[in-house]
């Protein structure tokens, strides 16, 4: 009982600083909508500017001012990042800004990069607290008790400014509704500058705070983000005393999980939120008003129809010049012509339930590498044939999408969102941990097509039929009596329930034919490649895809396809400098702020404000 109560401290300890930075999440979501992926960013310059401080500032003094100063610091920061960069796209569709914050996250890893340097930096020990106190016999260190003391103190003081101060009934007006604060003109603009700025130097504090318990490193925005949005989902979003809650239960389950559990560390946490949402689906104390966009992505779209025949002569060039490509292109470019295609295809099924459907996933990857590792796995341990195994890639994956559907599809926003992200970290850790079958980490490598299929321009043939197929059959469901359907229940579910249509049963129907295409694309990336990791499964790979079509445009039937085009592209040149990583930033920053529609949806603006027409007049 001991040994429980110290482990049971040390949780309690981890939830001070995880709270604080996961309490400014909350607070920027509830007020914004954004889904401020970068939050973690801000909670790495915390530490790397409390650690500078820290190091100038000497003693008792020097220790604590320097964790004050660093999050007003922090907090001046997200201001000048919410100006510059998020309020100018408010008016674009609500989870658009997750492209934008996406790009901040590179900028400020550069940039971190450029001014600290490469090396982890140890955090100084806290003056005075140095050394542990026993309690019950087991030692627990001083500076532990310390934050466990100050987190009641920190709750009260949030809870204080937003129920007992005049910002706080604003920021609550703004979480109900931002429409009516706005119409009794309140400025929403400097409120929602108000807000970041706050909920930006929560993340700094929090980051500063764990410094004599860790340090300061150039991963600790990607390592603390995932756990942060665990925590407020849990939560539910907008709530600080359900942030408060998640993060006591996340944090000390983690422990006990470390100490009694050691194989579920990677997962717990991801298992505890799909339980929650599964029970609770807007989490412990979340309402159903902040829950996000219900499943629409910005406002309803014009009236699609197919290509006239403008269009249609446009794309058969294309496709012909593509089909002429191997007589002029070297190997390098027909390989990175085949990425192309194959992140195109994946792209293009992650925009069919976004786009066409309204369903934000987070874990799209989990179906485009599980049909990689279905394939592979057949190749490996039972030499089946590159045209089978092939096969097996699509299957695999709508069968899993058919098992995750069944749980994600009566979510909604990001709620959806999350639990998708869920189980998608459930996938790779089943391949990440199970080596006797994956090889974990060490991946399946020498997966290589038939020999009829072994050269690089049969294989680049091989891909464009498959591609530009699976693009083409997805159009084509969009344009079916299905694909309406799937729209009606985006844009109105209610009136689409009137008229007799099963919103959920469409969704899930659709959420398991991305799948299927997801899966193909992973396919033909296995053998193209020649192995599988499980890299391909992580978060990033599911981030990739959704900037994309962000990029490319939600409302375009093509964005999915130029989308990964251009990303393709600029990734392969900006790769070659040594700072990629903050040059994509701004890339990203850029094309977010000046074709806030995405790439082809300005186009297709800019083209019918040319010719004098309105949008339902464009072929999308």
């Known amino acids: 009982m001991a040994f429980f109560f110290a482990q049971l401290l040390t949780g309690l300890a981890n939830a001070s600083s995880l709270f604080l930075v996961a309490s400014g999440l909350s607070l920027i979501f509830g007020v914004t909508r954004i889904v401020n992926f970068a939050h973690g960013s801000f909670y790495m310059l915390g530490a790397f500017i409390g650690v500078t401080l820290m190091e100038v500032l000497p003693g008792h003094f020097g220790f604590w001012g320097s964790i004050l100063l660093t999050g007003l610091a922090v907090g001046l920061i997200g201001a000048i990042v919410e100006i510059v960069v998020l309020r100018p796209i408010y008016r674009a569709p609500e989870l658009f800004q997750l492209v934008a914050t996406f790009g901040v996250i590179l900028v400020i890893q550069d940039l971190t990069l450029m001014i600290w340097g490469a090396e982890d930096r140890l955090g100084p020990r806290a ?55 706005g119409a009794l003109g309140v400025n929403q603009a400097w409120l929602f500058t108000g807000v970041f700025a706050l909920g930006s130097a929560l993340a700094g504090w929090g980051g500063a705070l764990q410094l004599p318990k860790g340090g300061a490193d150039l ?182 999408a058919l098992g995750i559907g069944w749980f994600c599809i009566r979510l909604t926003g990001v709620y959806f969102a999350m639990l998708t992200l869920a189980f998608s970290q459930l996938v790779w850790s089943l391949a990440y941990q199970w080596r006797a079958v994956t090889r974990g980490d060490d991946g399946l490598i020498s997966i290589w097509p038939t020999d009829w299929l072994s050269g690089t321009v049969p294989y680049y043939y091989f891909t464009l039929i498959l591609g530009v197929g699976g693009i083409l059959f997805l159009r084509h469901v969009i344009h079916a009596p299905f694909g309406y359907a799937l729209r009606a229940g985006r844009d109105s579910p209610r009136q689409a329930e009137a008229m007799g249509i099963d919103v959920k049963r469409i ?114």
């Open 127 to 181: 003056p005075g607290l140095r050394g542990i106190w026993r309690i019950f016999g087991e030692p627990v260190p001083k500076y532990d008790i310390v934050l466990i003391a100050m987190t009641p103190f920190i709750l009260f003081g949030l809870w204080y400014l937003i129920t007992r101060t005049r910002l706080g009934v604003l920021v609550r007006a703004a979480t109900q509704d931002r429409e009516m604060v």
């Open 507 to 620: 969704q899930f129907a659709a959420f398991a034919l991305a799948g299927v295409m997801a899966g193909l694309a992973g396919g033909m990336f296995v053998f193209s490649k020649g192995s599988v990791f499980p890299t391909e499964l992580e978060i990033a790979a599911s981030f990739d895809a959704l900037i994309v079509v962000f990029l490319g445009g939600v409302k375009t039937l093509a964005g999915g396809v130029v989308g990964a085009g251009f990303m393709t592209v600029v990734e392969d040149w900006l790769t070659r400098l040594e700072y990629w990583r903050l040059l994509l930033g701004l890339v990203i920053i850029a094309v977010v702020i000046i074709a806030p529609e995405g790439i082809v949806g300005s186009i297709r603006s800019a083209w019918a404000r040319y010719r004098g027409t309105g949008d339902e007049e464009v072929a999308k």
């Open 219 to 400: 991963l600790m925005d990607f390592n603390i983000i995932g756990t942060i949005f665990v925590i407020v989902v849990i939560g539910g979003m907008g709530s600080l005393p359900g942030a408060f809650i998640a993060a006591v239960l996340i944090s000390v389950l983690n422990v006990l999980g470390v100490t009694y559990l050691p194989s579920s560390t990677l997962v717990l946490m991801f298992v505890v939120m799909a339980v929650v949402l599964i029970i609770r689906p807007y989490g412990l104390l979340g309402r159903e008003e902040v829950a996000g966009e219900h499943g629409q992505v910005g406002a309803p779209e014009t009236p699609i129809r197919p290509y006239g025949r403008l269009g249609q002569a446009v794309i058969a060039g294309l496709l012909v010049l593509m089909a002429l490509l191997p007589l002029v292109a070297d190997q390098f470019l027909l390989i990175l012509t085949i990425d192309m295609i194959v992140f195109a295809l994946f792209a293009a099924s992650l925009h069919f339930i976004l786009g066409t459907g309204g369903l934000v996933s987070f874990g799209h990857a989990a179906f485009f590498g599980g049909g990689a590792y279905a394939a592979a796995l057949l190749v490996y341990h039972f030499d089946t044939p590159m045209e089978i195994a092939f096969l097996f890639a699509p299957l695999a994956a709508g069968l899993l």
